[in-house]
């Protein structure tokens, strides 16, 4: 079954509201998850590593103030798009390490966003 | 720069069997992953190197060779269902995952 998910799996959203993408950690604990974002044919690209307890970190060309990261505790991790644009459609990925098998990821079902 | 490199498409026949290739150049090196992505889904887990080898798990195979920057992900007895995306990543010294384009992968009857 599903380790990780992801809520909700799609939204649609007029342009300049945000939006409030989750991800669940089920029966585990993650102290840290990582947000993704993924446009039609191309990989995933990450967009930040979130730290429980902690700020996020970004890479490199992903806005802070755009894409707020929010750990709050160590079964959920939230990215809120601010101010969506129709640019900013895209399949949104969160994962998370089980822990026991640090090396293996685990992926959200992702969430399909659509800015109109 | 980083750098992962595999095939955009492949096609194969349905029982046969299929080797998808992935060149990497990165910053350290902490492991190999396969993940299989069907369209419109997350990607799953497949297979994780870190080591030389084979590693083998039922249809699937997964080989590392760390001098040459090289994996494949080998595909026996093809079904109508493995028709998707296959993903190579390398995970580099800060155990951040850099991800290949994916390999479209096509089964026919």
């Known amino acids: 079954g599903a380790v990780v998910s992801q809520h909700p799996s799609w939204v649609i959203c007029k342009s300049g509201t945000s939006v409030k993408i989750e991800c669940r950690s089920l029966d585990f604990q993650a102290t840290t998850m990582f947000w993704y974002r993924q446009f039609p044919k191309q990989s995933l690209m990450l967009m930040a590593t979130s730290n429980e307890g902690s700020k996020a970190t970004y890479e490199q060309g992903v806005e802070k103030d755009k894409f707020l990261i929010n750990h709050a505790s160590l079964t959920l991790s939230t990215l809120t798009v601010t101010s969506a644009h129709p640019e900013d459609s895209s399949f949104y990925i969160c994962s998370a390490p089980l822990g026991r098998e640090p090396y293996e990821q685990y992926f959200g079902p992702g969430t399909r966003l659509t800015v109109t | 720069g980083q750098n992962i490199d595999q095939p955009t498409e492949m096609t194969a026949t349905e029982g046969a069997i299929v080797q998808i290739n992935c060149t990497y150049q990165?910053?350290?090196?902490?492991?190999l992953f396969w993940y299989q992505q069907h369209a419109g889904e997350a990607p799953t887990f497949l297979s994780y190197?870190?080591l030389d080898g084979l590693e083998e798990k039922g249809r699937f195979s997964s080989f590392l060779s760390r001098s040459k920057g090289y994996s494949y992900l080998l595909l026996k007895e093809l079904q109508m269902k493995d028709s998707a995306s296959y993903l190579c990543a390398v995970e580099d010294s800060n155990y951040q995952l850099i991800w290949g384009a994916g390999t479209k992968l096509i089964i026919k009857p």
């Open positions: 990165t910053s350290g090196f902490n492991g």
């Open positions: 190197n870190v």
